[in-house]
């Protein structure tokens, strides 16, 4: 069977990071679809059995051989054994006018001439000359053809099989076309047999085993097809290159559009193309303001192409994610993560994040710590808990769902100790302590639990709002594509939404008489000043205790939560707290706001409002900021102008180079010293990072 590589199709990453090649990971949302499938296989099954298939008799008349034929198969699956054609006879007016169908044991094995071969295989024949047949023959009435059953037999000589055994006979194992183009993706992907029944067990939600076919079928098709398979890599191979040339003349065009569009790649040493990586002018901009958290999706791949695909996010004022820039990689090993890596660093001028956020992957782990190393490193705990399922829920049977619980309340534990002590109670009481996934999630635990990453700055990239803002981004641009050159253009549009979209900016209404709440509305945006109204709102539930030396202890009321120790520093107007949630956020936790509103404050101090969530710092360009940008330009110009005419006319007599050089130098100096306003350097401060 020959496949068209017209689509380039992507999945999800399904390779457990445990390194198991047998162990693979089922996605949340599977279960639903899976769940679906299988009420429609129950349905089907209920709806096929309820219709009756009365035994075939002498007489029965059928409108064409085949319709006799599958009615025959039918009645024989319902009876535990299946058919075959034998004889048919013909003749020069009637054509065939006679078939013969009888049981797949009828007859016997005729003893065949053996190979001249050392070690000739001795197959054991099924036939045993059972009797049971049905016998056709055609006939014309009223000038309409059609068959009757002239012969009919049900007598075996042989046991029958029951319902779960008679679809294993060979009859009844077929590999749907559907099926053979899962089965070749999956092969090209490097999937071996029994992973491959497993996956196509998962999608169509049925139990292990229950395939209409078996392992071996599917190694027979494969063996079949390997010339095909062989045909149609090469096809792809050529495919490929032909993409990756006309994506690398996209990026090109690209940068006549954009001036700050950026791109890199890798050849191989025959010239081909390995690694491609671009980002966008806009994006790079954004950056210098947002560019403080970065996460790294790798979740999908091509299977078509198998490329890898990186997709560097940012998460904005409002809390949602925009496109940093976009790599495709031929493979997962370090070495590709870590060019992936540095072209990013490349496109940002030399500048890093503070953090960056990524999935469970030894390959990106190690890439990180080599080229960003001053980069805190967080593994997203959604992506951990996606992987539970998979991990876990047949192990532990009717216990999952505890676990799941128990594990989630574990991991956002915010004290070391108490996790440490606490993950081991919880394998240990589940009998799991030994499991391979345990100990990868433990020797990670640098990297993704509360108690470890609560000091390192997310800009709440943990929230589920933004991942299913990712998410959308993502399912956005991995609908079926002809070619990377059509992917591209398809990133470029969802990418430039978020540089383009004018949205009216709510203003929130107010919860507290609280001046700090008013003065907050002010300056943050509404995702971060409605973050930070809920902190407010609580505050007031808080009882603050002064411990003297400006030290004072926090707790809820009611005593629900855990006690905060809040240090506040009068001289330059600084307040920390225990639980670190402004050195996780940007945000101010609601034991700071209670000391503040204890020390009678009626705002909160500008060092507390973060650049990347004021109301001014928007992706997209106002058009106040346009004007202000354009009257920069002019300026630009003026100068320009102006200093090459001075420039050349100082250069005619050394007097005139004196002159200007010594009042230009008394110039600079009085404009040092000239008082600078806040409104002129906000307008004429550098969009791009390279001016900074």
């Not at 077929?174 to 029994?194: H, M, W």
């Not at 290159?241 to 090109?252: F, G, K, Q, S, V």
């Not at 560019?291 to 997709?311: A, C, K, P, W």
């Not at 996606?386 to 049977?397: I, Q, V």
Request: charge should be negative; proline fraction near 3%.
């Amino acid at each position: 069977m020959a496949t068209k590589p017209l689509n380039n199709i992507w999945i999800r990453r399904q390779q457990c990071p445990c390194g198991d090649w047998k162990c693979y990971i089922k996605y949340q949302g599977d279960d639903d679809q899976t769940t679906v499938r299988s009420e429609l296989v129950t349905r089907d099954s209920a709806t096929s059995s309820s219709d009756t298939i009365f035994t075939p008799y002498v007489g029965q008349i059928f409108k064409t051989d085949d319709e006799a034929f599958d009615y025959y198969c039918n009645f024989a699956r319902k009876n535990g054994f299946s058919v075959r054609k034998a004889r048919s006879t013909e003749s020069q007016n009637l054509g065939v006018y006679r078939r013969d169908f009888v049981c797949y044991r009828s007859g016997f094995n005729q003893p065949r001439k053996k190979a001249n071969v050392e070690h000739p295989r001795d197959r054991k024949s099924v036939r045993c000359g059972c009797d049971a047949k049905l016998y056709l023959t055609k006939e014309v009435v009223d000038g309409e053809t059609q068959w009757y059953v002239s012969q009919f037999s049900n007598i075996h000589n042989h046991e029958l099989l029951e319902d779960d055994q008679v679809r294993l006979l060979p009859a009844y194992r077929k590999i749907q076309e559907s099926d053979q183009e899962r089965i070749l993706l999956l092969t090209k992907a490097g999937f071996p047999v029994n992973r491959i029944l497993k996956v196509l067990e998962l999608e169509k939600g049925v139990q292990p085993g229950q395939l209409p076919f078996i392992e071996k079928d599917v190694r027979n098709f494969v063996r079949t097809c390997k010339k095909t398979v062989q045909e149609n890599d090469a096809l792809l191979t050529q495919k490929r290159e032909i993409d990756m040339l006309a994506l690398l003349e996209t990026c090109r065009v690209a940068t006549q559009r954009d001036d700050g569009f950026t791109y890199n790649y890798t050849t191989d040493e025959n010239g081909k193309i390995e690694n491609v990586s671009w980002a966008y002018g806009d994006s790079i901009r954004a950056f210098s303001v947002f560019g403080d958290v970065v996460t790294f999706e790798t979740t999908y791949r091509s299977i078509t192409y198998n490329m890898l695909l990186g997709v560097w996010f940012g998460i904005d004022n409002q809390g949602r994610a925009f496109l940093l820039g976009c790599v495709l990689l031929q493979d997962e090993t370090s070495q590709s993560f870590s060019w992936a890596l540095q072209a990013f660093i490349q496109f940002l001028r030399g500048n890093h994040p503070q953090t960056i956020v990524t999935d469970i992957d030894s390959g990106l782990r190690n890439a990180i710590a080599t080229e960003l190393p001053n980069t805190k490193h967080v593994i997203c705990v959604w992506h951990v808990l996606s992987k539970l399922s998979s991990w876990f829920s047949l192990s532990l049977g009717l216990q999952y769902p505890e676990f799941k619980t128990e594990f989630e309340l574990v991991c956002h534990l915010e004290n070391i100790e108490d996790f440490e002590n606490q993950w081991n109670h919880l394998m240990a009481r589940f009998g799991i302590e030994s499991d391979k996934h345990v100990s990868l999630l433990f020797s990670y635990r640098a990297f993704w639990p509360v108690a470890y990453i609560r000091g390192y700055f997310l800009a709440r990239t943990m929230t589920i709002d933004y991942m299913k803002s990712v998410d959308k981004f993502m399912k956005n641009i991995l609908s079926p594509h002809s070619s990377f050159k059509n992917f591209f253009e398809q990133v470029s549009v969802a990418a430039s939404v978020a540089f383009q979209n004018k949205e009216r900016v709510p203003n929130l209404p107010l919860k507290t008489c609280l001046p700090l709440e008013e003065h907050a509305r002010s300056i943050l945006s509404p995702y971060a000043f409605n973050a930070l109204q809920q902190e407010l709102v609580l505050c007031m539930q808080y009882a603050a205790t002064d411990m003297a030396n400006g030290s004072f202890l926090v707790r809820h009321y009611n005593k629900l939560e855990g006690e905060c120790l809040v240090i506040w520093i009068p001289d330059n107007e600084q307040v920390h707290c225990s639980c670190k949630e402004y050195e996780h956020s940007g945000i101010l936790c609601r034991h700071s706001l209670r000391v503040l509103v204890l020390k009678n404050y009626f705002q909160i101090p500008e060092k507390y409002f973060p650049l990347r969530w004021r109301l001014d710092s928007s992706l997209v360009i106002s058009d106040d900021q346009i004007t202000s940008q354009d009257n920069a330009d002019e300026c630009s110009e003026a100068f320009h102008s102006l200093t090459s005419t001075l420039y050349a006319e100082s250069l005619i007599s050394k007097e005139r180079f004196n002159y200007v050089h010594r009042e230009l130098t008394q110039v600079v100096e009085i404009v040092r010293n000239m008082p600078v306003f806040d409104e002129v350097t906000l307008d004429l401060a550098p969009n791009n990072v390279s001016e900074l």
